[in-house]
């Protein structure tokens, strides 16, 4: 397949993932800023929702001050912000209309709809009903979009790229909300326990949709350590980094299989995976910090990034 | 102005023999029939042709042209008529253009005006004594038809750089037989959908002779800003064949590759459908971004076929136009078998004083104008507008040709107020391979949906109709 087709299929994946991630992020963080001042900590809810969205830098240029009104304009509306959710609709659709024959026709209407659904919504004060009723929509156009890839398209090239921008998106916004709020999950953190760490602690799984996989997994009230093991190692979890390598080396060894070659992006997607297959998480807590660790991740996660564009898309 | 020929019924009020099953569907159906089909098939339009929709403007309104549910027919004989006469034309401008870019002998031979073609802004010389594979120039033309009578087809224009519209035809037929699957257990109507068939057999013949047995065909589209993305997607996508951009397609050692998931990959035959002009930036438009850097080179050295060739707009000029009849004659030693539209050249003077003295009778069009831009319709026009241009004809005679407005045949349409006739023309689709003429029986049927309008372009209101072939 052309390499430009195989780029724009990754990029409209990527983009979905982002403005599914975005909205979850907003969604969390406009929970939490609804809790009583004294639970929340005096934090600002909505700085860290731009850090988690990798946006703060991108926010902080514009001159304005995070607060709930500037923070959900430039997080899910501004046309300034490429990442914007409705930025990041805008472009899947581009792609997704310049390589509509890539697509089945249920992938194209789930995506044309859900963008000409969501043009209409604006972001000028919005109320939070309304906000609601906008970022479901843009769970439901993702979740339609990968449904129908799911059962209507061909597990050829065409599939392994989009699965390819999923996973590795994913990844690394899974990983930017651990690290926004690593320092709630370090160990010395649990023992202050009270109201405020709750909070906090359920709006990260909140924000990656797996307070209820939590319970099913460990029993257990929330934990710091056990959050962070589920969103790190638990190969189980669909957010979490190991999943999303796990899909990755698999997508990858797909595509070598479909080409009878491999190269760089299989060796540097195998190793990440190996190496969270074989790590415990007190060892990161222990013996990398948790913050370092994840900051390497990021890394590495570029580093696949730019190995699948120099063997594929270039 | 004659009342027009009807395409179904004849002047005694009987349907036409081909038309007769659908003169009765047509009395029995009712206009509630008739309105709910209509609906159905636009419904079908935005749900198979859904790309339709994709390709419009980027705010995502679906745009469609307007469909009209009465087919337009033909019988075998007269389908005979029009592809021998279309097969003889297309055969002859082929012949033209690669003599205009070798030995020239039609110009040495005063048929036609040599300062007609080297002054004309489609004439290429970089295409000058290059011998392209199997002499095919043209390999795929739209000809544009238009019919008064129940013998009398005139060639309204010819068009040889990259012709649209196939799609239509393609997909009016395949809703025609989703809508009205009796029609076509009952006739016997010539099928269309071979045309991407047809269209990859032409092309893989035009190969270079020392491409693989299975040469690579990729379609080089604008992109998806162009008007006619769609078509290009479409087409591509039911060829089975690459769509590419420019920056899809590199050159190196005068050879060209397409860039893919699994490394570069020759490319053997372009089916290109961006202009001349943004081909290759480092012989045509030096700012174009659409086009391949090396192309020509590539083309030149004879690794690639672009389809259709370089400067082929010499030979579909309103101008060379007028000239087609004697081109066939001298190529051919034939009578044309399809008539141009009477055509005075106001570059000669006789014509000019004619055409000066019957300015409320004639349609005078720019030579170089096309989309009926620059154009007087002389009884539609004030006479101020009249005068106007009369004063640019003077100053400048060669720029301009004059027709007469002609009698355009009409075909019964479902218009807003029920059954009417509506002016028709017809543009079928001509490919030519190393191995022959292709034409699919049908086209596409263009309608002026507006009462007495004769202006059947999309852009003025004009709609669509399937055409059919009947096979006996």
């Known amino acids: 397949m052309l390499s430009r087709t195989a780029d724009s299929l990754f990029w409209l994946a990527r983009y979905l993932e982002r403005a599914d991630n975005t909205a979850r992020i907003v969604d969390a963080a406009s929970r939490l800023a609804a809790t009583p001042d004294s639970y929340a900590g005096g934090s600002n809810e909505w700085e860290s929702a731009l850090a988690a969205a990798g946006a703060l830098g991108a926010f902080v240029a514009t001159g304005r001050q995070p607060d709930r009104d500037t923070a959900i304009d430039f997080l899910a509306f501004s046309a300034d912000n490429p990442s914007s959710i409705k930025s990041c609709l805008q472009t899947a659709r581009h792609n997704a209309r310049a390589e509509r024959a890539a697509l089945t026709t249920d992938m194209w209407q789930a995506i044309n709809t859900g963008w000409l659904d969501l043009r209409r919504f604006d972001g000028a004060r919005m109320d939070r009903q309304t906000l609601n009723r906008f970022l479901d929509a843009v769970k439901e156009a993702c979740l339609r979009f990968d449904g129908s890839a799911y059962r209507t398209m061909l597990r050829s090239d065409n599939f392994f790229f ?9 990844a690394d916004s899974t990983a930017r909300i651990l690290d926004v709020k ?6 010395e953190g649990a023992r202050v326990g009270g109201g405020l760490d709750y909070y906090q602690w359920a709006s990260i799984l909140r924000s990656v949709s797996s307070v209820t996989a939590y319970r099913w997994v460990y029993h257990d009230s929330l934990r710091p350590w056990h959050i962070a093991d589920l969103l790190i190692l638990n190969e189980k979890m669909p957010r979490s980094l190991a999943n999303c390598y796990d899909n990755l080396a698999d997508t990858l060894d ?61 | 102005m004659p009342s027009p020929f009807d395409e179904m019924y004849r002047p005694d009020g009987q349907p036409r023999p081909e038309y007769a099953f659908l003169a009765d569907w047509l009395k029995s159906a009712g206009a509630e029939t008739l309105e709910r089909r209509r609906a159905e098939a636009e419904l079908l339009f935005r749900r198979i042709g859904i790309t339709f929709a994709v390709y419009s403007a980027d705010d995502g309104e679906e745009r469609l042209i307007p469909f009209d549910i009465i087919p337009r027919i033909f019988n075998q004989a007269e389908w005979r008529q029009l592809s021998a006469g279309l097969e003889q034309r297309v055969t002859a401008l082929n012949r033209f253009l690669a003599d205009i870019y070798g030995p020239a002998e039609i110009l040495k031979a005063g048929v036609v005006p040599a300062e007609l073609i080297y002054c004309n802004p489609h004439f290429r010389p970089e295409m000058v004594g290059l011998a392209l594979p199997h002499d095919v120039h043209v390999h795929v033309a739209g000809i544009d038809i238009v019919r008064t009578g129940p013998d009398e087809f005139y060639v309204l224009e010819d068009n040889v750089r990259t012709p649209s519209g196939v799609s239509y035809m393609l997909e009016n037929r395949e809703v025609m037989m989703r809508l009205f699957p009796d029609h076509f257990a009952v006739n016997r109507i010539a099928p269309v959908e071979t045309y991407p068939d047809e269209l990859l057999a032409a092309l893989v013949s035009a190969a270079p002779g020392r491409a693989a047995r299975e040469p690579t065909v990729a379609l080089l589209t604008p992109g998806p800003f162009n008007s006619a993305y769609y ?19 590199f050159v190196r050692d005068d050879v060209v590759f397409m860039r893919t998931t699994e490394g570069p990959r020759r490319v053997d035959v372009i089916y290109r459908r961006i202009d001349d002009d943004f081909l290759d930036p480092l012989v045509f438009r030096p700012d174009s971004l659409l ?17 259709n060739s370089v400067g082929t707009g010499v030979a579909d000029d309103k101008a060379v136009y007028t000239y087609v009849p004697d081109i066939i004659r001298f190529y051919l030693g034939e009578e044309p078998l399809l008539k141009n539209v009477p055509t005075w050249r106001c570059r000669e003077p006789d014509a000019l004083a004619h055409v000066l003295d019957h300015l409320d009778e004639l349609v005078v069009k720019e030579v170089a104008g096309s989309g009926g831009y620059g154009m007087l319709v002389g009884p539609a026009a004030t006479a101020a507008e009249r005068e106007a241009f009369a004063a640019r004809l003077k100053a400048d005679p060669e720029d301009f040709i004059a027709q007469p407005t002609l009698a355009l045949s009409a075909s019964p349409t479902f218009a807003e107020s029920g059954i009417g006739l509506r002016h028709v023309d017809l543009r079928p689709f001509v490919l030519v391979g190393a191995d022959g003429v292709r034409i699919v029986p049908g086209g596409l049927t263009r309608v002026a949906l507006r009462e007495g309008s004769l202006v059947v372009n999309s852009s003025q209101g004009g709609g669509t109709k399937d055409t059919w072939v009947l096979d006996a």
Not at chain 1, 162 to 170: H, I, T
């Open chain 1, 162 to 170: 989009l699965k390819l921008g999923v996973y590795l998106e994913r």
């Open chain 1, 182 to 187: 690593y320092h709630l999950l370090l160990p």
């Open chain 1, 254 to 314: 797909d595509l070598s299989q479909a080409y009878g070659t491999q190269g760089p992006a299989q060796r540097v997607a195998r190793s990440v995976f190996s190496r969270l297959r074989n790590t415990e998480i007190s060892e990161i807590f222990q013996k990398h910090g948790l913050h370092e660790f994840l900051t390497d991740f990021i890394k590495d996660n570029g580093r696949l990034g730019t190995a699948i564009r120099d063997q594929y898309l270039a």
């Open chain 2, 231 to 249: 078509e290009h997607s479409f087409l591509a996508d039911k060829v089975g064949i690459e769509l590419v951009e420019g920056r899809d397609l």
């Open chain 2, 291 to 307: 086009g391949v850097p090396g192309l020509m080179a590539a083309y030149r050295a004879g690794n690639v076929t672009l389809a």
